[in-house]
Each structure stands twice: as structure tokens, then as C-alpha cells.
């Protein structure tokens, strides 16, 4: 059974810095894109970063390029966001999702979600 | 950057009804696009891929159709299960996804 299993999340002041996790399951985790996605309170979903399956190629939503980094170590089966210079509009819930490979990229396994809340 | 617009924004119907939910993209996309379902409190779910293959699992009362700029989705018969929020995603900039703004479902 696929399962993908987001940590790391919690309370952190603005301007720090927060590192989340999605650990990897029932799956070859080397052998897929994945992605992180985040939904502000009451708000719809907005891609954040993507990366390749080797961890060779990332991309960036405008509003987080610069100040997150997305990376994977495939021999943990595990996907990072490292997040820093937070902003009170970074608050959201984040999830990893797994891209299916095939046509039109779908997402098609997502993680339950960690809440990321920035605030003073 | 490729925006996605849905209509409507939010939507309310009976059990039994036929619905349809359009995706609009402010440039061709030709078929990336793909509908995901979100209840309260869960994470998305897939549905249709690539504008209309059913994802493995979920029901044929869901369909969607399309290509290039406008997209459906249907639900050919609503189901009490079916009452979430539906967006769609496109996938044509794999340098930067965007979704639809979503569209809630609710119960008349």
C-alpha cells in the first residue's frame, strides 16, 4: 500500500525557518517525481516545488522561490521541504503528493498534511 | 504563468442530478489537465487525468472531457459521498502547476 506521511510541521515566528518531512511507503520512492502542495486556511490548493526522481531538477512557485528548498534522499525514502524567511502567508497546511507518471503529471497519492502556522 | 479559471465557484444540487464543472485555461494546454476531489479535513483525491481517463478506483458516474483551453467535468448522477470541493489542475508548465480556484459542491 502507497503511503506518504508528512511531519515536521508546527508553530514558528516569522523570518525563521522550518524543515518538513514526507516519509515514503509501499513504493519504489527512486523511481518518481514528487511534489509539495499547500492550502492556506479556507483556501484552495497552490503548488509549491516539484523534483525529479534522482533529485537532479527542482522548480519553484514564484511566491516561495528563493526561500524553499526542495530535496530528497531516495535511500531514506524520504521527500524534504526546507522553508526559511517565513511569512505570515506561508501559513497553510502542506502536503507531498506523488506524481503518477504518465500523461498530464496527475498527482496520484497525497500525504494527510502538516500544519504550518506562521505567526508572533 | 497559466491561470485556471472554474465555474462556478460554488454550486448546489440534489441527489440524482447530472452536474457539470467547467475549467477554463488562459492558454492552450492541450490535455494536461486533471480534476482532483477534496472532502473537509482529508487530502485530494484523483479523479480524472489528462482531461478524461478515470483514475483506477474511481466510480464511472465521473467523466471529464476537453482539450486545449475548456474542460468538464460530470457526475452523471450525484451521490450523497459526492459532495466535496472539485479543482482542476493543469499540468502543461511543469515549470509552474497551477490549480482552479475550486468549486464547492454543496447539498440543495
Known amino acids: 500500500e502507497v503511503q506518504l506521511v508528512e511531519s515536521g510541521g508546527g508553530l514558528v515566528q516569522p523570518g525563521g525557518s522550518l524543515r518538513l518531512s514526507c516519509a515514503a511507503s509501499?513504493?519504489?520512492?527512486?523511481?518518481?517525481?514528487m511534489h509539495w502542495v499547500r492550502q492556506a486556511p479556507g483556501k484552495g490548493l497552490v503548488w509549491v516545488s516539484r523534483?525529479?526522481?534522482?533529485?537532479?531538477?527542482?522548480s519553484y512557485a514564484d511566491s516561495v522561490k528563493g526561500r524553499f528548498t526542495i530535496s530528497r534522499d531516495n535511500a531514506k525514502n524520504t521527500l524534504y521541504l526546507q522553508m526559511n524567511s517565513l511569512r505570515a502567508e506561508d501559513t497553510a497546511v502542506y502536503y507531498c503528493?506523488?506524481?503518477?507518471?504518465?500523461?498530464?503529471?496527475?498527482?496520484?497519492?497525497w500525504g494527510q498534511g502538516t500544519l504550518v502556522t506562521v505567526s508572533s | 504563468d497559466i491561470q485556471m479559471t472554474q465555474s462556478p465557484s460554488s454550486l448546489s444540487a440534489s441527489v440524482g442530478d447530472r452536474v457539470t464543472i467547467t475549467c477554463r485555461a488562459s492558454q492552450s494546454i492541450s490535455s494536461y489537465l486533471n480534476w482532483y476531489q477534496q472532502k473537509p479535513g482529508k487530502a485530494p483525491k484523483l479523479l480524472i487525468y489528462?482531461?478524461?481517463s478515470l483514475q483506477s478506483g474511481v466510480p464511472s458516474r465521473f467523466s471529464g472531457s476537453g482539450s486545449g483551453t475548456d474542460f468538464t467535468l460530470t457526475i452523471s448522477s450525484l451521490q450523497p459521498e459526492d459532495f466535496a470541493t472539485y479543482y482542476c489542475?493543469?499540468?502543461?508548465?511543469?515549470?509552474?502547476?497551477?490549480f482552479g480556484q475550486g468549486t464547492r459542491l454543496e447539498i440543495k
Open positions: 509501499g513504493f519504489t520512492f527512486s523511481s518518481y517525481w
Open positions: 523534483i525529479n526522481s534522482d533529485g537532479s531538477s527542482t
Open positions: 503528493a506523488r506524481d503518477k507518471e504518465t500523461v498530464a503529471a496527475p498527482f496520484d497519492y
Open positions: 489542475q493543469q499540468s502543461y508548465s511543469t515549470l509552474e502547476i497551477t
Open positions: 489528462a482531461a478524461s
